[in-house]
């Protein structure tokens, strides 16, 4: 395995590319680097989006409050109460009458 951990052989151009980057990394010094500065300018702040969304869905929540406390119905009164079980229909006081059926039996033979 090479030293890029892939399992293959290195080309020659990636060996040349490997020799020159070391060369190059060797050459720099800490001469070669520039002082570390802090950064100058003015400095911004900026403020979180979730802040300013938090903090907005609470101002609103407080308006509903005011609004619903503030607004002034009076109480419904309360509905009469209902039975459990739908009504049927009442039954009429008077029956109504039987009528006579109007066919005379057949006589059955005797015997039988």
């Known amino acids: 395995m090479n030293e890029s951990g892939t399992g293959t052989v290195p080309t020659p151009v990636e060996e040349r590319l490997r020799a020159a980057l070391a060369a190059r990394a060797r050459s720099v010094g800490p ?13 911004r702040r900026r403020v979180p989006v979730r802040r300013i969304a938090v903090g907005l869905l609470a101002l609103a929540a407080v308006a509903a409050l005011v609004f619903f406390a503030l607004r002034s119905t009076p109480p419904r009164p309360a509905e009469p109460a209902r039975s459990p ?10 029956p109504s009458p039987v009528q006579p059926s109007t066919a ?3 006589p059955s033979p005797p015997g039988q």
């Open 104 to 106: 005379a039996p057949s």
């Open 85 to 94: 079980r739908p009504t049927t229909g009442t039954p009429s006081p008077v």
């Open 31 to 43: 001469a070669d680097l520039r002082p570390l500065r802090p950064p100058t300018g003015a400095v």
